[in-house]
C-alpha cells in the first residue's frame, strides 16, 4: 500500500510528483558518489602490505591542483543538484498556494485523545452536523479544515490527499485538502499523543455532490426513536446506564459532551476512531471491555446483563 | 592474524569488567521492584457500580462527624483505594471534571456544594465512605451516581478527593490544570476553623 | 632558594631517561584501590570509564530496540503494553542521544586530543572527573528510573502539553527533565575542557593550521555543545518547573505557549546531531589520511567545512516544526538553511573520496568502516535533503520515514566512523591489536543488518506509518515490511555482539601492537602502546600537519619540565609558541564529593522545590573543598618557559 505515492487529490499529487523527481535526481547521485568511492578504493588498492611501511604518498603540486579542481567541480555540481531541487521545491509550493479555494466545504477537526470530533459548521445552528472519525467530503470540491485540540498536541494526515497539519491546544490552524476521485481514504494521527496514539484513525470517504448532500441532509436528523422493543430497551439502557454521562444522541436525554457523538453511529465504518469494524461483534467486545482493545483508552470496561447487551447492540445498529 | 598467548590480565581490565557486571546485576535486581505511585492499571474488572440501595441512613446527619464504613453497598472487585497511585489519582481528576463535581463543589473549595479541601467531613472521609457518598448521593443535592459510572472510575474519583483533602503524599498529588490556574498547593488546603483543630478521625494521615 | 633548588633537581634536563621514565609514572599514574578509583583526575583513564560506559548504555538502549521491533513484528501484537512500549522509546531514544552518542564523541576527543597535541592531560584534570560522574550519576537516573516503572514515555523530544502536568502524571518526565540537567552539565564540562586544552596546551610549533583535523572537529563540536545545550537546560528546568511549582511557560490557557518548548527543544536538538556528527567526520579524516597514506585532500577546505557546519547547524532547527502551522515565509527561510548545510558535508566527503583515489589505500577494517559511513551517510544525507522541503515534508514529518532517515545519519555518520576509529585506536588504547578477520565480518553483518532494518522502513512511512505507535492494524498491509525490520535488527544485534566480542577476545589475546602500527602521521602514534601514563618522555614539536611522515632527524623536543610535579607547557593560542609551565590539579576526592552533592540536589528537586536550596548548599561546600586553597605557592619566576632549545629527539 503506498498511500502518498498513490495520491487522489491535487495536494497529494504535487507532492508526489515532487517526490518522484527528487528521487530519480538524487538516486543518480547517489549512485555516481558510491561509484566515485569504490572505484577510487579498487583503484588505488594496494596489493601487499609492504605499503603499510613503506613511506607516504608523496605529493606532486600538478596533481595535487588537478585534484582540487576535480573537487571544487563536485561541488559546483553539487550546488547546481541543489539549486534544482530548490526550484522544483517552490514550483511545487507555488503550485499548492495557487489551487483553488472558492466554494469550499467547511470542517471544523478538534483532536481528543484519542478520537476525532467533526463538525460542519453551519449558520443555522439547527443544520450543524457533529460526527466523530469520519470525514465525507464531495469530490472536486476544496474542502478547509480547521483544526484545534482539546488537550494534547495531534496531527491531521491522510496521506492519499494531503500532508499533515498538527492540532496545536489554543493554536488553531488549518488545511486544505481535496478529493479528485471517490473512494475511502485512511489517515491517523500522527502526532505521538500519548497510550492509544497508535489506535487513533480516521476515515475520510469521498464521494458524489448527491451523495455528499444525502449523506449530510441524513446526519442533521435527530435520532429516529425506536420501534422494535429490544431497541427501546437499548435505548432505556443507554440513557439510564453510564453511556449516557459520556456520549451524546441527539433525540434522546443521552447529552454528554465528553465522548463522541452516536447520533448516527451506526451510519460509521468504523468504531473506535478506526480501530474496528463496526460490526455487532466488535461492537459489543468494545463496549464490554474496551480496555482489552485499547489499554489506557478514557472508555471503562462495562458489565452488562446479556439481555441489556443485546438490547444496546439493536439500539446502536438502528442508529443510522 | 596471530593470538598471543598472554601473561597474567591487566587488573584494571578485570576491574572494569566486574564494576559494570555488578552495575548490570543491580540494576537488572531493581527490575523486580515497582514503583506503585507509576502503575496504570488500566482494566480493573470493573462491574457496573451498584444502583443506589434505599436504605436508612439513620446514623448521620448534617453536621455530626462522619463514622467510617457507613452504608456502602456497592459491589466491588477493585483492590481498595487508589491513595498511592499518581496516576489514579490523575484520571480522578480527569472525571473530577467530566461529570461535572465543579460545578457544586469547585476545584475542592466548594459553592453549592459543600468544600472538598478542608478537613471536615460529614459523611466520613474514609474511602468506603466516599465510594459510597458518590454511590448513593446525599440530602441537599448530592446526586447518585451509582449504576451509572464504572466502579473503577468511582475509586479513581475517590482517590482525587482524598487527595483534594490533604490525604495524598505530596508526590502523588497531580499536578496543575491546563486550563485553570489551581495551584497544586491550593488542592490540600486545610481549614482554619476551631472544629478542626478537635475534629481528628482515627484513619485521618498527616497531609504532606 | 630551596624551591629553585628542588626544581633544577627534578627537571628532566638532569634526569636521565630511566628515571625520568620512573618518576613520571610515579606521579602520572592512577591512584590505586577501590577509594582510589574515585580521585582520578587523569584523562586517559576518566575517557575509559567514559567509553566503557557510553557503551554499556548504547547496549541496553539497543536492548530495548530489538524488544520494540519484536512488538512491531507483527499487527496486533501483545508482546509489549502500550505503556512498557512507550517507556521504551522513549529510554531508547534519550539513552541513544544524550547518554551514548554525545558521550562517547566527547570521551573519544578527551582521549586523543591530548595525545594528539602533544601533551599530558587536559587543562582542567578536576573537572574532567566531575563531568564523569555527573554523566553517570544522569544515566543512572534515568534507567533506575526504568526499573522502577518510572520511565519517561513521552519521546526523547517530550513534548507538551502532552509532557505538562495535566496529561502526564506522576514523576516520569521529571525523571527525565532532571537526567538532561546532569547529561548537559557533563557535555558542558568536556566542552570546556576540549577548547581550553586545544587552544592552551599544543605542542610548540602546532599552530592551528597543523591540528588534526580530528582536533579541529573536537574543537568545533564544544563551541556548538556551549551554544546548545544552554537551550534544553532552559526549556527542560522551565517543564520541571511548569510541573513542580505549577508555573506557566508551555501553558496556553496562561499565557504561555505549547510551541515555546519546541522552539527551545530544537535550537538545542538540530546542533546535537551535528554535535554528534562532527566529531565522526573528524575521525573519517584521521582514517582516511592514514589508510590512503597521503594527508587529506584540501585540508583548508575541509576545516572550514566544519566550522560552516558548525554555525550552520543553528540556523535550521524549524525544520522538525513545519507542521504546526508557522508563517510561510519564515519556513522558507529554514528549507534554505537545511539545503545550504549539504554543501559543506559534500565538500567533506569529496575531499576523502578523492583523498582515497588518490592515495595508496590499505583495506584493512577501520576502512571497510569508513566506506560504510560514506555510502549510509550519503543516503541519509539525501533523504535528510529531501526533507527541507515542506511540502514534502508534511508528508513524511513524524512517520517512518524520519526513522529512517535519522538512524541513516545517526548510525551511519557516527557510529560507523565510531566503530571504524575505536579499531583503529584499539591498539593505542590497550596494546593489542583487534582481530582482523572478526572485524570483516563485524562489518559486513552490521552493514547487513542496518540496511536490512532501516531501508524498509523509508518505504513504510510512505506507505502511511507514523512514528511512535506500539502497533498497528493488519489491514494496513505494513505487517511485511516491519517484519523484515525485525529480522534486521535481530542481525544488527548480533553484529553488535561481535563488536564486544572482538573487543574483549583482543583485549586479553590481540596481537602485540607496536607504538604505530598502521604506520600514522600523528603524534599519538610516536608514544609506545599502550600510551604510558604520562604521554610523552619529553613533550614533542612539529613542524607540519602530519608529524611523524615529515620528521626531521633534528626535531626539537621539549626539555625543562620538572618530574616531581604535575606540569604540563602552555603555548599561545595561534601559531604554539611556548609561553610558561602549568601546574596541574593532582588526584582528589572532590569532584566526586561535588558531583554527589550537585546530584542530591537535583534529584530531591524532582520531589521538592527545596532541592534547589540543599543543592546549593552542599555543592558550595563541596567547591569550597575543592578550591580550598593548598601547599605552598609557586614563584612565578620559576615557571616562565626559556627560549627553545634545539636538541636531538
Known amino acids: 500500500m503506498r498511500s502518498v505515492l498513490d495520491p487522489a487529490g491535487p495536494q497529494a499529487a504535487h507532492i508526489a510528483a515532487l517526490w518522484w523527481w527528487m528521487f530519480w535526481i538524487f538516486s543518480t547521485v547517489f549512485v555516481l558518489v558510491i561509484a566515485a568511492l569504490l572505484v577510487g578504493i579498487f583503484r588505488a588498492r594496494a596489493r601487499d602490505d609492504a605499503v603499510m611501511t613503506s613511506p607516504s604518498v608523496a605529493l606532486q603540486p600538478t596533481r595535487e591542483r588537478r585534484i582540487g579542481w576535480t573537487v571544487a567541480a563536485c561541488v559546483g555540481l553539487t550546488i547546481v543538484v541543489l539549486i534544482i531541487f530548490l526550484a522544483a521545491n517552490v514550483i511545487t509550493g507555488h503550485r499548492l498556494a495557487l489551487l483553488a479555494a472558492d466554494n469550499a466545504v467547511t470542517i471544523q477537526l478538534t483532536g481528543y485523545r484519542w478520537w476525532w470530533k467533526v463538525r460542519y459548521p453551519d449558520p443555522v445552528p439547527a443544520r450543524q452536523v457533529t460526527t466523530a472519525n469520519e470525514i465525507h467530503i464531495p469530490i472536486g470540491r476544496p474542502v478547509l479544515i480547521n483544526t484545534d485540540s482539546q488537550d494534547v498536541i495531534h496531527s491531521f494526515w491522510v496521506p492519499s490527499l494531503h500532508g499533515k497539519r498538527d492540532l496545536v491546544p489554543g493554536n488553531p490552524s488549518a488545511i486544505w485538502i481535496q478529493a479528485d476521485r471517490p473512494g475511502r481514504f485512511e489517515g491517523q494521527c500522527a502526532e505521538f499523543c500519548g497510550l492509544q496514539h497508535a489506535h487513533m484513525r480516521l476515515l475520510v470517504i469521498a464521494e458524489s455532490e448527491e451523495n455528499y448532500q444525502a449523506w449530510l441532509e441524513a446526519q442533521r436528523q435527530a435520532a429516529r426513536a425506536p420501534s422494535d422493543p429490544l431497541a427501546q430497551r437499548g435505548l432505556h439502557v443507554f440513557e439510564t446506564g453510564p453511556c449516557a454521562l459520556c456520549h451524546s444522541v441527539r433525540g434522546t436525554e443521552a447529552s454528554g459532551q465528553v465522548a463522541p457523538d452516536l447520533t448516527h453511529f451506526a451510519s460509521r465504518a468504523t468504531i473506535a476512531a478506526g480501530t474496528l469494524p463496526n460490526s455487532p461483534g466488535h461492537l459489543a467486545a468494545w463496549i464490554v471491555d474496551p480496555q482489552h482493545i485499547k489499554p489506557g483508552n478514557a472508555m471503562p470496561s462495562n458489565s452488562l446483563s446479556p439481555e441489556d447487551l443485546q438490547a444496546l447492540l439493536a439500539y446502536l445498529g438502528g442508529l443510522k | ?208 | 632558594m630551596s624551591h629553585d633548588h628542588d626544581a633544577e633537581k627534578n627537571k628532566d634536563t638532569v634526569l636521565s631517561e630511566a628515571e625520568l621514565r620512573v618518576r613520571l609514572e610515579q606521579i602520572w599514574k592512577s591512584p590505586d584501590g577501590f577509594t582510589g578509583w574515585f580521585k582520578n583526575v587523569f584523562h586517559k583513564p576518566i575517557s575509559e570509564r567514559m567509553i566503557i560506559t557510553s557503551f554499556v548504555f548504547f547496549a541496553l538502549a539497543g536492548l530495548l530496540a530489538l524488544l520494540m521491533r519484536v512488538q512491531l513484528a507483527v499487527p496486533e501484537n501483545t508482546f509489549l503494553s502500550p505503556d512498557l512500549y512507550n517507556q521504551f522509546f522513549t529510554v531508547h531514544g534519550s539513552t541513544m542521544m544524550f547518554l551514548f552518542a554525545v558521550p562517547v564523541m566527547q570521551a573519544v576527543g578527551l582521549y586523543f586530543v591530548p595525545l594528539m597535541i602533544g601533551t599530558r592531560n587536559l587543562a582542567f584534570p578536576r573537572l574532567n572527573a566531575f563531568g564523569y560522574y555527573m554523566f553517570l550519576i544522569g544515566g543512572l537516573l534515568l534507567w533506575v528510573g526504568l526499573a522502577l516503572n518510572i520511565g519517561a514515555d513521552t519521546g526523547w523530544t517530550s513534548y507538551v502539553p502532552l509532557a505538562g502536568p495535566e496529561h502526564s502524571p506522576g514523576k516520569r518526565v521529571d525523571f527525565w527533565a532532571q537526567m538532561i540537567t546532569f547529561t548537559e552539565i557533563a557535555s558542558l564540562v568536556a566542552a570546556v575542557e576540549i577548547i581550553v586544552t586545544t587552544f592552551k596546551l599544543r605542542a610548540p610549533g602546532m599552530s592551528l593550521n597543523r591540528m588534526p583535523i580530528f582536533v579541529w572537529a573536537m574543537l568545533v563540536q564544544s563551541f556548538m555543545v556551549i551554544f546548545a545545550m544552554p537551550s534544553v537546560m532552559l526549556a527542560s528546568g522551565f517543564l520541571a518547573m511548569d510541573r513542580l511549582v505549577d508555573t506557566h511557560f508551555f501553558n496556553q490557557a496562561e499565557g504561555g505557549d505549547p510551541l515555546l518548548w519546541q522552539h527551545l527543544f530544537w535550537f538545542f536538538g538540530h546542533p546535537e546531531v551535528y554535535i554528534i556528527f562532527i566529531p565522526a567526520t573528524g575521525m573519517v579524516s584521521a582514517l582516511v589520511q592514514s589508510f590512503a597514506r597521503r594527508p587529506i585532500v584540501g585540508y583548508t577546505a575541509v576545516v572550514l567545512s566544519l566550522i560552516a557546519t558548525g554555525f550552520l547547524g543553528f540556523g535550521l532547527w524549524v525544520h522538525h516544526m513545519f507542521a504546526v502551522g508557522l508563517p510561510q515565509l519564515g519556513q522558507s527561510f529554514f528549507t534554505a538553511a537545511s539545503m545550504l548545510i549539504a554543501i559543506p558535508s559534500g565538500v567533506q566527503i569529496f575531499c576523502w573520496i578523492a583523498t582515497l583515489w588518490s592515495g595508496r589505500v590499505i583495506v584493512r577494517t577501520p576502512l571497510l568502516f569508513v566506506a560504510g559511513f560514506i555510502a549510509i551517510f550519503v543516503l541519509g544525507g539525501l533523504t535528510g535533503v529531501m526533507q527541507a522541503s515542506v511540502p514534502f515534508n508534511l508528508q513524511v514529518h513524524d512517520t517512518f520515514f524520519v526513522v529512517a532517515h535519522f538512524h541513516y545519519v545517526l548510525i551511519g555518520g557516527a557510529v560507523f566512523p565510531l566503530i571504524g576509529a575505536l579499531y583503529y585506536w584499539f591498539p593505542k588504547i590497550t596494546g593489542r591489536m583487534m582481530s582482523e578477520r572478526l572485524g570483516g565480518w563485524n562489518f559486513w553483518t552490521f552493514f547487513i543488518g542496518f540496511n536490512l532494518t532501516f531501508f524498509p522502513l523509508h518505504q513504510l512511512g510512505l506507505a502511511g506509518m507514523p512514528r511512535r505507535v506500539y502497533t498497528y492494524l493488519p489491514e494496513t498491509g505494513w505487517g511485511s515490511l516491519n517484519f523484515i525490520a525485525t529480522v534486521g535488527a535481530a542481525i544488527l544485534g548480533i553484529a553488535v555482539l561481535m563488536f564486544l566480542i572482538n573487543v574483549t577476545i583482543s583485549w586479553r589475546r590481540g596481537a602485540l601492537a607496536g607504538a604505530n602500527p598502521w604506520h600514522a602521521d600523528t603524534l599519538e602514534w610516536s608514544v609506545p602502546s599502550p600510551a604510558p601514563v604520562y604521554n610523552y618522555l619529553y613533550l614533542p614539536t612539529v613542524n607540519s600537519r602530519t608529524p611523524l611522515w615529515t620528521k626531521a632527524e633534528d626535531q626539537p623536543i621539549v626539555k625543562g619540565l620538572r618530574a616531581d610535579i604535575l606540569e604540563v607547557l602552555v603555548t599561545n593560542l595561534l601559531d604554539a609558541m611556548p609561553d610558561h609551565r602549568h601546574l596541574l590539579d593532582g588526584t582528589s576526592y572532590w569532584p566526586f564529593l561535588t558531583a554527589v552533592a550537585v546530584g542530591i540536589g537535583i534529584i530531591t528537586a524532582i520531589f521538592t522545590p527545596w532541592g534547589v536550596v540543599i543543592g546549593s548548599v552542599l555543592a558550595f561546600i563541596c567547591l569550597a573543598g575543592w578550591f580550598w586553597p593548598h601547599g605552598e605557592p609557586v614563584p612565578d619566576s620559576s615557571r616562565e618557559a626559556g627560549p627553545p632549545v634545539q636538541e636531538a629527539a
Open chain 2, 1 to 208: 592474524m596471530i593470538w598471543q598467548a598472554q601473561a597474567p590480565l591487566q587488573n584494571s581490565c578485570n576491574r572494569k569488567h566486574t564494576r559494570v557486571g555488578a552495575a548490570l546485576a543491580f540494576l537488572l535486581a531493581l527490575a523486580f521492584t515497582g514503583c506503585e505511585r507509576e502503575q496504570r492499571r488500566f482494566s480493573e474488572i470493573a462491574p457496573l457500580s451498584g444502583r443506589p440501595q434505599p436504605q436508612a441512613n439513620t446514623e448521620l446527619r448534617p453536621g455530626m462527624p462522619g463514622a467510617p464504613g457507613a452504608g456502602a453497598q456497592s459491589k466491588t472487585t477493585v483492590p481498595a483505594p487508589y491513595g498511592e497511585n499518581g496516576w489514579a489519582i490523575s484520571e480522578g481528576k480527569r472525571l473530577y471534571t467530566w461529570f461535572n463535581c465543579i460545578g457544586c463543589h469547585a476545584n475542592g473549595g466548594g459553592g453549592m456544594g459543600p468544600p472538598l479541601m478542608d478537613d471536615k467531613w460529614i459523611y466520613g472521609s474514609d474511602p468506603e465512605s466516599i465510594h459510597a457518598t458518590i454511590l448513593q448521593g446525599r440530602p441537599n443535592g448530592m446526586p447518585a451516581f451509582g449504576g451509572k459510572l464504572a466502579d473503577q472510575q468511582v475509586w479513581q474519583l475517590v482517590a482525587y478527593v482524598r487527595a483534594l483533602g490533604g490525604f495524598a503524599r505530596k508526590d502523588l498529588r497531580p499536578g496543575r490544570n491546563d486550563d485553570m490556574a489551581v495551584r497544586s498547593s491550593e488542592q490540600a488546603m486545610k481549614s482554619r476553623t476551631a472544629e478542626s483543630a478537635g475534629s481528628a478521625l482515627p484513619e485521618r494521615e498527616q497531609p504532606r
